[in-house]
C-alpha cells in the first residue's frame, strides 16, 4: 500500500522533464534499465539530475518523431551512468501513473505538467474475483512463454493491490506498445483488470493455436520419416523377394521412349541418362531432373505424322468458306497442297523416300485482316494439328531456347513445348504478333528465331534444355506481323512476305454478309431466327461506327446490334411460349434501324473542304489501323525564307517539307510566283496536331500546297495525291497504295494522284476499288501539277 499512500499526497500537478521513450512503456511499480542514445532524452537525464533525479516517461508516437503519448508514468532515476559520449545508461523505476496537463518547451527541453491518474482502491467481490482470473490467466502465460521469472509470479500471486497487479502483468506481458499505453491510462480499477484479462487471454489463445500448428507439423515430419522409413525396409524386401519397382519403373520409362521411335542419337543419349538415374537415390534433386528430362523425350513426336490432305479442290473450298478475298494467301496454300501432291505421287510411283520442306510464311497486314484465323484454316485445310505461339511482348531467349537443365524449374523452350502439344512432327505452328517482339539483357528472342525459320537450319534445332537437335523441318511455320519495320532484316530474309492488305467498303459489306451476322447470330442464341442486315444498314455501321482496315471492330458493333435484338425478342416472349418459337421472330435492320440500336455516330469523314482553298492540299497515309486523308495547311508572311512545320511531324516529313521547298526555289523561273520566296516565311501545318506523322510519302501534297501560297491559285478540290518528291522534281513509288486509296474513297475523293512506279499494284487491285475512283500516274511534279492546278501561270 506505500504506492497508494504516495498517490494520495499527490492532489496538485507537478512539473517534470519529458522523457521521451522509443517503443517502451514504464509502469509503477516497475524497475526498467535504459539506454538514452538520442538528444531529447540525453536532455532531460541532464534535466532531471540538476533537480529531484524525476522526470515524467512517455512513449513516442512515431519512432524517430517528436509527438509522445499524453498518458505516462511519473519515474525516479534510481541508477545512472555517463558515457564517454555523453549518453546515459539509467534505471529508472516507475512511481505513479499521470496525464500531461500543459507542456512548456524550452530549447530542445520539454518541461510538462502531469495530472496524477488517481484509482479508487477497490476490494469489492468483483474485483476479487477479477483479480484472481487475472492471476490464473497470468500463470498460464507464464507457462507458455517461458520469460517469466518465478519472483515476479510469487509477486503477482500474494498482492492485494489491484493497482500494483495491474502494473506488474502490463510490464511483463509482450504486447505492442499501443496496447500498454491503452492499459496505462485506464483509471477505474475494474475496467482496467478486465482489459488485462482481455489481453492476457488473447495472448494465452494465440500461444495456444502455436502450439497446435507446431505439434501437427511435428507429427507431420514423423510421418514423413516413418513413411520413408517403411518405403526403404520395403524396398529391401523387395529386392530380398526378386522384386524391385524402381527397376520396373525405369524400365516402363525405357519403353516409353523406345515406343517414339527417336533417332540413334537421342536413344543413346536417353539410355546414358537412364543408366545415370538408375544410380541416384530416388529423392535426390539430380533424379528429379533426370526424369522429367526423359519424360521430356517419351513425350516429343519423333517420327509421328498427321497425313495431308491431298485433296486440292476440298482445301480449295475450305479456304473460301472460312475466308473472304486473300488471294495471295490461299493460292500459296494451295501451291504447297500441289508439290505435297506430286512428291506423294513420285513416291509411290518410284517407291523412293521423297519429302518437302514446310514453307516459312509470314502474313503482314492491319490488324483485324484475319491473319491469325487463317493459320487455322490453313491447319484445317491440310488436315494437319495447329499450335500458336504468341510472341507480342516477350523479351527472354529462353522462351525460344529453353533453359539450361542443370538450373532448377528449368524447361523446354516454347517451341519444343508446342511441338509437345501438337503431338505430330508436321503441325501448322502460328507465331503471332512476330513484329512486336523485344530484347533486353537476357538476350534476344528474334536472333534465336533465326535459327527456327531456316529452312536449310531447322533440321536439327538445338533446345538448350533437350541437348540434341531436333527436326522442325517438317512444319509449316506461320508467322504474322501488323507491319514489317519491327522485324530485324535477317529475319524477314528467311521468311516468305505474303501482305494481307486491309478491306474495302464492299469487301467489308461481303465478309459481313457472308460470315459475321450468322456469326454473331449463332453465338448470341438467335441462330434460329430471320433477322436481315440490310446493306445500307451495313455500310452504315462501316462507314461511321468502325475507322479499321480489318473487320473486328465492325464484329463488335454487329454483335452489339444483334444483342440488343435478342433484348427485343424476349420482351415479345419468343422462346418463352411454345407458340412463339425464336424461329418466328423476324426482324430486318436497315440504317435508320441502326441508329436506334447502336446511337450516334463515333467517326466523320476526315477534315475536308468541299471547295477549292489556296494553301490547302490533301495528301494520303498509311497507319498499322488502315489509310487517313492527309490534309496538308499551308500560309506565307513576310520574312526571311524561313519554314515552320507543325503537327507533330517527324523527321522524315521535316525533310520531305525542306525538300518540296527546295525544289520550288530551284523551279521558280517556270512559275510567277506572286511572292520573294527569299523574303518569305512560310508555316506548314499538317492535322490533326495530337497525332504523330512522319514518312516520305507526303512530299507531292506539301510541294502543291507550297505552290498554291505561292501563286495564289487553289488546287482542284477533290483530288488527292501521294508520292515521295526529289529535289530534282522526280516522284518515286510509295507502299501501302490499296489502304491510301481506300482512304480516299471513304472520303469522297473523286480522283487521286499516283507515282508512275505504283501503276502495278493498282493492276493487281479489286475491280471494286478501280471502279470507285479515277487514278492520274505522273513521273514527275511538273506533271502533277498541271492536273492539279488550272491557269498554272
Known sequence: MKFLSSLRGKTQTEEFPLLPLRELVLFPNTMMSVFITYKLGMIAIDEALKRDLRLFAACLKVQDGGETYSSGSVVKIVQHLKMPDNTFRVVLQGEYRGTISSSVRQNDLSLVKVEPIKPAESLSAETQALMRAVQKSFALYAEYTKKISSDTLVVAEKTESSERLANLICHSVQVKAERKIELLSIADPTRRL????????????????????????????????????????????????????????????????????????????????????????????????????????????????????LDLAEAERILEEDHFSMRNAKERILEFIAVRTIFSLHQQACDTPAGVKGPILCFVGPPGTGKTSLGKSVARALGRRFVRFSLGGLRDEAEIRGHRKTYVGAMPGKIIQSMSKAGTLNPVFLLDEIDKISHDARGDPAAALLEVLDPEQNSSFADHYMETPYNLSHALFIATANALNGIPYPLQDRMEIIEIPGYGENEKLSIAQKYLIPKQMKENGLGSAEITFTDDAVRDIIRYRTMESGVRGLEREIARCIRRIAQEALRGEYGREPEKPLAAFTKTV???EVEKLLGRRKYKPDIIFKEARIGVSYGLAWTETGGIMLPVESAAFDGSGAVTLTGNLGDVMKESARIALSYLHSAQSRYRFETDVNKTDFHLHVPEGAVPKDGPSAGIALGASLLSVLCGIPPKAGIAMTGELTLTGRILPIGGLKEKLLAAVRNGMKRVLLPAGNSDDWAELDSDIKESIAVDFVETAEEAFRILFDNLP
Open 194 to 309: 478486465e482489459a488485462v484479462l482481455e489481453t492476457l487471454e488473447r495472448e494465452n489463445e494465440i500461444f495456444n493455436i502455436q502450439r497446435n500448428i507446431s505439434v501437427k507439423v511435428k507429427s507431420r515430419m514423423e510421418k514423413n520419416q516413418r513413411d520413408y522409413i517403411l518405403n526403404e525396409q520395403l524396398k529391401e524386401i523387395n529386392k530380398e523377394l526378386g522384386r524391385d519397382d524402381r527397376a520396373e519403373d525405369f524400365a516402363e520409362l525405357e519403353r516409353a521412349v523406345e515406343a517414339k521411335n527417336p533417332p540413334t542419337e537421342i536413344l543413346l543419349k536417353a539410355r546414358k541418362e537412364l543408366a545415370r538415374l538408375r544410380k541416384l537415390q530416388p529423392f535426390t534433386p539430380e533424379a528429379g531432373i533426370l526424369r522429367g528430362y526423359l519424360e521430356w523425350i517419351a513425350d516429343l513426336p519423333w517420327d509421328s505424322f498427321s497425313p495431308d490432305s
Open 590 to 592: 436497315g440504317s435508320a
